[in-house]
């Protein structure tokens, strides 16, 4: 597609999407003559609307306002739009009390939260608001809206859920209600979407995190902070003994740095002026203020700080799995996407200007093949660059934002400029993954400093025996194990691939005469390094199948007397195939193969 068909598809999809809330609001002030209204934008994939209601809503409901909102469309009811003045406005919804609230912020030039611009009516005090009205209905709004309500689609809508909601995402708000729906050009892309919702619920990682014992958020612990189970335990170790010698092999030195440091410490790095509001409070030790760290690299520069540094001794690259604590609203908390505590696969590359450009275009190959190792295939790519307020020299951004690029093009993958988007000290490399079913995943951050060095008084001496500042780039490959953790369960739908499996075979003997043999196999197996389980209960052979594949382990011996008779193990694959008797040995050497190629069989 052309971009400029792109947009007006793009467009086209807006003006469906929010007349098919104006749409639905309209039924639901019928069903409720006393709702109040509060904001009601499109969003991707649907929209939502905020109402204050005198109950709350029903599944039911839903079905009865979507019957409402199908005659609503037939009744092919035009949009249309009007400049009020902000006192006719005020009439108009004098029984409004969210609108009037929002009316008297418009008036007065305030643009509300960023996540609904569309109800915005741009900067400045203004005396003129804009109004959108069908059939019974008028709402405050910018529009743009479709030309009659006909043209929604009546087979390609669907209210999905009900959600609290605070008015303005305020907790000292009123608790309003949400409806969200979804709404597509026709039939079958309404079909496709449902299914990939059905699909992420089935994956969803909280579920499989409970379903498969791989880790927990415990009450009395408190929220956002991470208990690894056993079996997430074995995933992790496999991520990090893969990632330490990944790192060894890149020419990474390893570091490891306290969890707490003195107030000295984050008022050099400028956290305790910039980023307070997300470290937790201080503890008093002798009488000093401790912070637990939120981020590893001021410890990481102190050390680099505690000698003469010459140039021949760069480029430096240190990395740590550091684990870091960061005050995040109870709200936002989700799972292992959005935690209070996490590890950061973070590593510092100090480096002179002559070698960044290289040091930059390693990292990101480094990225890209750690990525790809875990199963990612498509990747969306972001260079952000210098935005309008920032620290360091001009030159510095320059040189930082063309090593970025020239590694973006070396690597030839598609890339989009996110221009203005870096921090104030630094342009960035940001990649984000494509899961199995499309999603888009955090992940890797390439991140120039340029504020750092100087706060630390980091100096190098040069071949002209003169000091210099060296380069500070901060990367993370895999971003947090915990967020990565989260994003692999749901790329494989809790079907991990052998290698991260954690466990890769279960042995299933059939009767129990069949079990000395059964841990006989799995003592060998072991031995030659597979993470092995013996299912020697009374159950049923099929009921111990069923069970291997609810747990999700690739493969499944069965064993019984012709096993045993021929040394030989009954194979079957996690998919349901059969790949029927093979000697134990000749198994071993198939699963050790597949776990050496990170692949399945
Ligand atoms: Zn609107
Ligand atoms: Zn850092």
């Excluded at 579920?207 to 014992?213: C, P, V």
């Excluded at 620290?391 to 510095?396: A, C, D, S």
């Excluded at 989009?416 to 494509?434: Q, S, T």
Aim: charged letters at 25%; one cysteine or more; glycine letters at 8%.
């Amino acid at each position: 597609m052309m971009a400029s068909e792109h947009d007006q598809h793009e467009e086209q999809i807006y003006r469906l999407r929010h007349s098919t809330a104006h749409v639905m609001a309209e039924a639901v002030l019928e069903m409720f003559p006393e709702g109040k209204l509060a904001f009601g934008p499109p969003i991707e994939d649907g929209f939502y609307y905020d109402f204050d209601l005198p109950r709350p809503l029903t599944t039911e409901d839903l079905g009865v306002i979507e019957q409402r909102m199908q005659e609503i469309i037939e009744g092919d009811y035009p949009f249309v739009q009007r400049d009020v003045t902000v006192e006719e406005a005020k009439s108009m919804f004098s029984d409004q009390p969210y609108k009037i609230d929002q009316i008297e912020k418009l008036a007065q030039g305030e643009d509300i939260e960023d996540d609904h611009p569309e109800d915005a009516a741009g900067a400045g005090p203004t005396n003129q608001l804009s109004i959108y009205s069908h059939h019974s209905f008028t709402d405050l709004c910018r529009g743009p809206h479709l030309g009659r309500t006909g043209q929604i689609p009546e087979d390609a809508f669907k209210l999905l859920s009900v959600a609290g909601a605070y008015w303005r995402g305020d907790e000292n708000q009123p608790m309003l209600q949400r409806i969200y729906g979804t709404v597509w050009e026709n039939h079958e892309e309404l079909e496709d979407y449902l299914w990939r919702l059905e699909e992420a619920a089935r994956r969803d990682h909280r579920k499989l995190g409970k379903q498969l014992d791989l880790y927990s958020i415990q009450e009395p612990g408190g929220p956002g902070l991470i208990c690894w189970h056993p079996k997430g335990g074995r995933i992790r170790r496999v991520i990090e003994e893969f990632w330490y010698q990944e790192h060894e092999r890149g020419g990474y030195e390893i570091l490891y740095t306290p969890h707490v440091g003195r107030a000295d410490l984050w008022s050099i790095s400028g956290h305790l002026d910039h980023y307070r509001e997300s470290m937790y409070s201080p503890m008093d030790v002798d009488g000093q203020d401790y912070y637990v760290k939120p981020m590893n690299c001021p410890y990481q520069l102190l050390v680099y700080n505690s000698r003469r540094r010459s140039y021949r001794e760069l480029p430096l690259r240190w990395a740590e799995l550091g684990t870091v604590y960061r005050y995040e609203r109870s709200g936002v908390l989700h799972g292992l996407l959005r935690v209070r505590g996490f590890t950061i696969d973070d590593a510092h590359i100090i480096c002179r200007p002559d070698q960044v450009e290289d040091e930059i275009l390693g990292v990101y190959d480094f990225s890209l093949s750690m990525l790809r190792a875990f199963g990612f295939e498509d990747f969306a790519i972001y260079l952000a660059t210098r935005p309008e307020s920032y620290v360091g020299i001009p030159e510095q951004w320059v040189q930082g934002e063309q090593a970025l690029e020239r590694a973006l093009e070396a690597q030839g993958l598609p890339w989009e400029l996110d221009a203005g988007g870096g921090a104030f000290y630094g342009p960035k490399i940001d990649i984000k993954v494509k899961d199995a079913l499309g999603r888009q995943w955090q992940t890797t951050t390439i991140q120039f400093d340029f504020n750092l060095p100087q706060r630390f008084d980091m100096t190098y001496v040069g071949e002209d025996g003169q000091e210099h500042e060296p380069y500070v780039v901060h990367r993370a490959l895999l971003g947090s194990l915990e967020r990565f953790f989260g994003t692999l369960i749901e790329h494989y739908g809790g079907a991990f691939p052998a290698w991260l499996a954690p466990t890769q075979v279960l042995l299933i003997p059939i009767a129990d005469r069949h079990n000395d043999y059964a841990h006989q196999v799995a003592r060998r197996l072991k031995e030659a390094g597979l993470r092995v389980e013996v299912n020697d209960s009374s159950d049923r052979m099929q009921a111990k199948i069923r069970d291997a594949q609810l747990q999700k382990v690739p493969y499944m011996l069965v064993i019984g007397d012709r096993e045993i008779e021929n040394e030989a193990v009954s194979v079957r694959l996690r998919s349901g195939e059969d790949l029927g008797a093979q000697p134990v040995s000749g198994f071993v050497a198939m699963a050790q193969e597949a776990v050496a190629q990170k692949r399945d069989l």
